[in-house]
């Protein structure tokens, strides 16, 4: 919407108008591939996917299966595939991933958005510094300490590990969101008789709520999608879907896979859209599916 | 109705040399209005958040009612701030913002809903209740602010800049809102400003502070009277300032030497700056006493009064006469100017000034009782005299 802003003014009035509305119509098709991008780029790819899920036998040159079934789901749906377990668990790691990033990242976040400080600029530097290294690399070195103390191959091993990605968003977005925060809000619930608990309750929680399901969100999404840290510290003990996921693509199944995809995808899209309405406050990090 | 003593109370924050505010001696009287008036970064904020348990003291005492407070947490202290920027809960209904120290103290809902409409009655904003804090205009905002603070009936009301966000006329409809309200009320205020008419619009007593010192503390007309500085003086609108040497009831300038009448006689002999208001000067008095004669440099009409720039010798001098002399005369004029005698007034001289940075009422040792009270100054512990 840029565009609309950087309108010239002519000198006859007439003009201007005329010139205001090619301007417009440019902003509106701009938005309108905009738009296109969006859904061939994000929603397009599932479509074959969900194409798969429901194939029996596929080949080419046709367009779409010559035989259908609903193999791949019943399989995705029952014991035998795990996929029930993983997707159980997988929300579990998730959940309390999330919570710990949140808890960890919040005092952390307001430290870094409302104080300046020597050497703010190495902490930032080092906060962010997890999602910049390659994951397998960090990993490996973590594995050997994770086996020393005797976190590898368990739950807790895999929520630890998984904080390592997370933290960085969640830190980074509370900072951001605290850098426009009033700390005198809080000062002035105080003197008219709010405790510390109460006055984080009604007046900051509320206040930051918005930024805080952003920073929620991204630390979940970042957990669920996690490959590489769960194999190498979880070791085949603790099964999420991504580690599901690859093992049935290079299984070859591409019928399973796909359902198993769907599985994997949906829940995001699914809390992205639940959620989209109350991140679009005034400090929201992101824009509301639905609303103007 | 409550009595707030600070003494000897610094503050310096954490990472810092200066003494943000430094032995401050300070009483404010019960039910009055007290104004803490100083430029930026004299202190005066820090000292309110101090007072309302916002920011921890490094040394020092703060009483109310001769209990100590320092150790009582913001949330229990009964000091309600009023911020500058109003600071409503922009996600709470008026209602809600106006109700939220009851709800803190856990009343039930329907006092809670009494007592609301009640206050916004008193700041007069009724039926607002269901408004949003962005719906209302500043002023409005303001006395929601007030109302929230007022309804919790705090042990005392302080203020930052009450009036400095406001419009000029806005800001005499305020000022005469919480004027009466505070009569109402009888609550103890303390209100921080840098702007010298505020606080003496305002304040039953006004506390001058520079660079986290008191400097000066009195009634409002202490400081257009009897400034206990030319820096002081200045800050109350002084510009004319003469360097003088008192002998005994009079005083010897370059431009002659004039009676002096009232506190000023006070005054210990020898160097000092001897200080007259621009509106106390008289042009074209009726007797000659203390009169001289001075070139008129340049008039400038205001509507409500003229303001003229003289030449005594080579002394400028700011007049301030009545409206209607600006038909009488003009500039090049020669005109005879009347220092009032009972309204000169002697400052420390600067270079006694420099050598004595604290101007406390030692200055003048021999100054009888009532010009000591005139210069109330009780500052540091060695320079105490009350």
């Given amino acids: 919407m840029a565009q609309v802003t950087n309108i010239r003014t002519v000198s006859g009035g007439r003009e201007s108008a005329a010139a205001e509305v090619m301007e417009r119509k440019r902003a509106n098709f701009v938005l309108w591939i905009v738009n296109a991008a969006i859904i061939v780029g994000l929603v397009l790819p599932l479509v074959p996917l969900l194409i798969w899920s429901f194939s029996k036998t596929w080949f080419w040159p046709s367009l779409l299966p010559q035989t259908w079934s609903t193999r791949a789901w019943q399989y995705v749906a029952s014991d035998t595939s795990q996929v029930p377990s993983a997707l159980g668990l997988t929300v579990f790691v998730g959940v309390v991933v999330t919570v710990v990033s949140v808890i960890i990242g919040l005092p952390a976040g307001r430290a870094l958005g409302l104080n300046k400080f020597r050497g703010k600029i190495l902490v930032e530097f080092l906060i962010l510094a997890p999602t910049i290294v390659p994951g397998l690399a960090v990993a490996m070195g973590i594995q050997v300490a994770f086996i020393k103390y005797g976190l590898a191959d368990t739950l807790l091993g895999v929520i630890l590990v998984h904080l390592i990605p997370t933290l960085p968003y969640v830190v980074l977005v509370l900072a951001g969101l605290f850098a426009n925060y009033n700390p005198e809000y809080e000062q002035q619930a105080r003197t008219l008789g709010a405790g510390p608990v109460r006055t984080f309750w009604h007046v900051t929680l509320p206040a930051i709520f918005p930024g805080l399901m952003a920073a929620a969100l991204f630390a979940f999404l970042v957990s669920w999608s996690q490959y590489v840290l769960t194999v190498l510290i979880g070791g085949g003990a603790v099964i999420t879907l991504p580690v599901l996921l690859f093992s049935f693509a290079g299984g070859g199944d591409n019928a399973i896979t796909g359902a198993l995809s769907i599985v994997y995808i949906a829940p995001a899209i699914l809390i992205l859209i639940l959620t989209s309405r109350s991140l679009t406050g005034e400090n929201a990090a992101l824009g509301g599916i639905g609303k103007k | ?386």
């Fill in chain 2, 1 to 386: 109705m409550t009595h707030v003593s600070i003494t000897k109370l610094t503050k310096v924050y954490p990472g810092s040399q200066a003494r943000s505010v430094d032995s401050l001696d300070l009483e404010m009287e019960s039910g009055k209005i007290t104004a803490m008036l100083g430029p930026s970064v004299c202190g005066k904020t820090t000292t309110l958040k101090m007072v309302a348990g916002l920011l921890n003291p490094s040394a020092g005492d703060i009483r109310f009612d001769s209990t100590s407070v320092v150790k009582v947490a913001a949330e229990k202290r009964g000091a309600v701030m009023v911020f500058q920027n109003y600071l409503l809960f922009p996600y709470m209904s008026i209602a809600d913002n106006v109700g939220f120290g009851l709800r803190m103290r856990g009343e039930n809902q329907g006092t809670i809903k009494k007592r609301v409409s009640e206050i916004l009655g008193l700041v007069q904003l009724e039926g607002m209740e269901n408004r949003r804090p962005k719906q209302l205009s500043g002023g409005q905002q303001q006395r929601v602010a007030l109302a929230r603070a007022l309804i919790v009936n705090p042990r005392g009301l302080l203020l930052d800049e009450p009036l400095s966000n406001l419009d000029a006329h806005l800001r005499d409809e305020m000022r005469e809102l919480i004027l009466t309200i505070q009569k109402e009320t009888k609550v103890t205020t303390i209100f921080v400003t840098h702007d010298q008419e505020e606080a003496v619009l305002l304040a039953d007593n006004i506390a001058l502070m520079f660079d986290g010192l008191l400097h000066q503390q009195g009634g409002p007309a202490d400081f257009y009277e009897r400034p206990v500085s030319e820096r002081a003086a200045r800050f109350f609108g002084g510009v004319n300032f003469v360097p003088a040497t008192k002998i005994g009831n009079s005083v010897q300038t370059a431009i002659g030497r004039f009676a002096l009448q009232g506190a000023a006689v006070a005054v210990p002999d020898g160097p000092a700056t001897l200080t007259i208001r621009p509106e106390s000067l008289k042009i074209e008095p009726a007797d000659t006493l203390n009169a001289v004669k001075a070139y008129v440099r340049s008039i400038i009409y205001v509507g409500t009064y003229t303001r003229y720039k003289v030449l005594a010798g080579s002394q400028e001098l700011e007049v301030i006469g009545p409206s209607e002399s600006v038909h009488v005369h003009k500039e090049g004029d020669t005109v005879l100017l009347q220092l009032l005698p009972d309204r000169l007034w002697l400052v420390p001289a600067p270079d006694r000034a420099n050598s004595e940075p604290r101007p406390v009422s030692q200055t003048f040792p021999d100054a009888p009782a009532e010009a000591l009270e005139a210069v109330d100054m009780t500052q540091g512990a060695a320079t105490n005299v009350s």
